[in-house]
């Protein structure tokens, strides 16, 4: 009997015998902490291992990317709390100018495919993207993870997806998952590993292949891979990262809990209406709806391609008087090639505001809250009511999210 | 050795329209505004503050009580204070039809009980499990019983490793367990 991709990972860094359901102890290749899980990390790892070392600190990290730089007192004596633990350890900290913490880890090579990397960001899972297993975990797990370098984990089951069908041109990775989260809801994937095949997600880039992957969460799915690829796929995650690309297959006679086909054929523009990221429906069906902000960022839609998409909308256009567009990139290295590229100087003149890199539209304590009675469209991944402050959260995608900030009300790039 | 019988009374989260509510994320347990509180004694009063109808929770809640949940409970976010929250209330134990995978790590590596019932709707809308009701359940073996309502319940059991770390009271004893052995 053959592995899934999962299992095989699993069986790289665990002695015991993996089988689906099994609890084994597995071996990390990554730890980290954010600014937000990382100070309850510190204060646990202080009360139950005193002042002793972490388990190895090359592979031990902080990456802060929620509260960035800190605008309150609280998160400023957090994340301060996690400098000193970290410098008195030798731990290496990407710190409030480094943007997302996983997408850090992907751009320096630290989520390398087949490896295991845990952290306190239930997204973690985006590192599917690039062929490592990514877990989030609460600051227990944490903690554990990095006196140990060890965690329990259950072999989840793992599904396979095909994804069957043309997309209309020009759709938007986006658009392609939130079809897929709409068609998946939060049951058939819940608490599996997803393998997703197919034409449509086999020619997906890195930055797509990263949306797809970042809401399996919200599948209430463990994680999702992509195991097909295009070689400009392998090229760029080599140029990104300057490691090999060697995504884990699975064995053709490994075992699936279940087979999907989900059919995308003629799929145009999608949104997801509050407060469910799986109420999805066409743009087209939606109606007018107002909007009085747009977001563009997250660890789902940050990345340069996602800017530049966007970027493509609203040159040479107006964000609608009245509309405030807020543009958060997900890293330093994507802030930079927007410089470069003359990008940001587009954004910027189409009236968009541009922050520093980070997460952005997901919390508390940086760009993208919302008031009460307002609406926004977003790129984000979730929009639980009251999440994003008191108002209402559409999910979309960079190009939809332009156009809609051009109208006023929510669009799809072919209305502009 | 601590009893495997857990006995409390029950909340059943029910929305408005009387069904148990689902896919109640880590947001509506514990909200995004409070991620900064890292003193377990202060998580308690902002338990299920985000949840329509049951912001009033961290207040009419006792030591020991029982949260009857929908399926996907706990789905969303990875922060430990969405389990650690009812650890400060005392909560008895969390039982729900499933959870979501990182809120379930959370609360096993707690050692904070949480059981999976697969028949939670079906005897809700039977009206065999109500707000108030008293019931026991034996984590161990998932057998349990409402005591007022004299109806049997059957719960999954805790699998080992859940039920190893709940006996010694988390991973941290977990581990210097293991040190010592």
Same mark, same amino acid.
């Not at chain 1, 994003?388 to 900030?405: F, I, M, R, T, W």
């Not at chain 2, 009419?60 to 009857?68: E, F, M, Q, S």
């Given at each position: ?71 309150? #007192? ?5 994340? @301060? ?265 587009? #954004? ?20 993208? #809250? ?47 | ?43 308690? @009063? ?124 988390? #991973? ?10």
């Amino acid at each position: 009997m053959g592995y899934t991709i999962i299992e095989k990972i699993i069986r790289g860094h665990t002695d015991e015998e993996v089988r689906t359901g099994e609890i084994v102890w597995m071996d990390l290749d990554v730890r980290s902490a954010r600014d937000f899980g990382g100070p309850n990390v510190v204060k646990n790892f202080y009360r139950e291992f005193g002042d002793t070392p972490v388990s190895d600190r090359s592979k031990t990290f902080f990456t802060f990317d929620l509260c960035v730089p800190a605008c309150t #007192l609280q998160y400023a004596d957090n994340q @301060q709390v996690c400098r000193d633990f970290a410098r008195g350890r030798g731990i290496k900290v990407f710190d409030v100018d480094e943007g997302i913490g996983s997408h850090v880890l992907i751009e320096r090579g630290l989520a390398a495919a087949g490896s295991t990397v845990v952290g306190t960001d239930s997204h973690m899972n985006i590192l599917g993207a690039v062929g490592c297993f990514g877990q989030g975990m609460g600051d227990v797990d944490i903690t554990f993870a990095f006196k140990t370098g060890k965690t329990w984990f259950q072999v989840p089951e793992s599904l396979k997806v095909f994804v069957r069908g043309e997309p209309s041109s020009g759709l938007s990775a986006k658009d392609l998952t939130l079809s897929i989260v709409k068609q998946l809801g939060t049951k058939k994937a819940a608490l599996k590993s997803v393998e997703f095949y197919g034409a449509a997600v086999r020619n997906l880039s890195i930055s797509g292949r990263i949306t797809l992957c970042s809401m399996v969460t919200e599948m209430a799915g463990i994680t999702g891979f992509i195991p097909e690829f295009k070689d400009s796929v392998a090229s760029e995650i080599k140029s990104l990262s300057g490691e090999e690309f060697n995504h884990p297959h699975a064995d053709k006679d490994a075992v699936y809990s279940d087979n999907i086909t989900i059919d995308i054929d003629g799929l145009g523009p999608q949104v997801a209406a509050p407060f469910l990221p799986t109420n999805v429906k066409n743009v087209g069906d939606l109606g007018r709806v107002k909007i009085d902000s747009g977001f563009i960022g997250s660890c789902t839609n940050g990345r340069f391609e996602d800017l530049k998409a966007a970027a493509r909308i609203l040159k040479g256009k107006k964000v609608k008087e009245g509309v405030m567009l807020k543009i958060v990139p997900a890293t330093r290295k994507v802030y930079k090639q927007l410089l470069e590229e003359g990008i940001l100087k587009d #954004l910027f003149e189409s009236g968009a505001i541009i922050s520093n890199a980070g997460c952005g539209g997901c919390a508390q304590g940086h760009i993208g #809250l919302t008031g009460k009675g307002e609406v926004q469209i977003s790129t984000g991944n979730r929009n639980f009511e009251g999440k994003q402050g008191k108002g209402q959260n559409y999910l979309a995608s960079p190009e939809v999210v332009a156009a809609s900030c051009i109208l006023g009300h929510i669009a799809g790039p072919e209305d502009i | 050795m601590k009893s495997p019988i857990l006995m409390g009374k029950i909340w059943v989260l029910l929305g408005e329209k009387g069904r148990l509510i689902e896919d109640i994320d880590t947001d509506q347990i514990f909200h995004n505004a409070f991620l900064h509180i890292t003193e377990l004694r202060q998580m308690g @009063q902002y338990a299920l503050g985000n949840l329509g109808g049951w912001k009033d929770f961290p207040g009419k809640t006792g030591p020991g009580d029982i949260i009857i949940a929908g399926r996907n409970f706990g789905a969303g976010s990875s922060r430990q204070q969405a389990v650690d929250c009812f650890k400060s209330l005392q909560t008895g134990i969390i039982i729900a039809p499933s959870f979501g995978a990182i809120y379930f790590r959370n609360a096993v590596n707690s050692g904070f009980p949480v059981m999976k019932c697969s028949k939670l709707v079906d005897l809700i809308a039977s009206g065999l499990l109500k707000t108030g009701d008293e019931i026991r359940v034996n984590i161990r073996t998932g057998e349990g019983q409402n005591l007022y309502r004299k109806e049997a319940l059957f719960l999954e059991p805790m699998n080992e490793v859940q039920y190893n770390l709940w006996e010694v009271g988390g #991973l941290f004893s977990y581990a210097k367990k293991m040190k010592q052995d």
